[in-house]
């Protein structure tokens, strides 16, 4: 069974910054597209960034410009560095990888998940 494993949220101020990490076991990760949702208390998850096998990229409009999703091939490892954190970016922010889909946002794309990592930002 795959694992994807989050790590990095924590609760920081206003402006601050944040890197998750999500690293994983799978033998064919270069195959794999790959993306951060959150999900804040009563809200739908919603996709942020994405990161296809070629390494193109896709933001939501909310993070464009202050997010960066990057990914290390040979570490298994997705990275996304969060900087000038609002609160509203507070959720739980989840990893999700799927072949085969290209570079989406989708959540009904995604078929293999993370546990997740909270992210808080106070004003």
């Known amino acids: 069974q795959v694992e994807l494993v989050e790590s990095g949220g924590g609760s920081v101020q206003s402006g601050g910054s944040l890197t998750l990490q999500c690293t994983t076991s799978?033998?064919?990760?270069?195959?794999?597209?790959w993306a951060w949702f959150r999900q804040a208390p009563g809200k739908e998850r919603e996709g942020v960034a994405g990161i296809g096998t070629d390494g193109r990229t896709t933001y939501a409009e909310s993070v464009k410009g202050r997010f960066t999703i990057s990914k290390d091939n040979a570490k298994k490892t997705q990275y996304q560095i969060m900087s000038n954190l609002k609160p509203e970016d507070t959720g739980m922010y989840y990893c999700?990888?799927?072949?085969?889909?290209?570079?989406?946002?989708?959540?009904?794309?995604?078929?293999?998940w993370g546990q997740g990592t909270q992210v808080t930002v106070y004003s």
């Open positions: 799978m033998y064919t990760y270069e195959s794999y597209s």
């Open positions: 999700a990888a799927e072949l085969s889909v290209g570079l989406t946002l989708s959540r009904d794309d995604f078929g293999i």
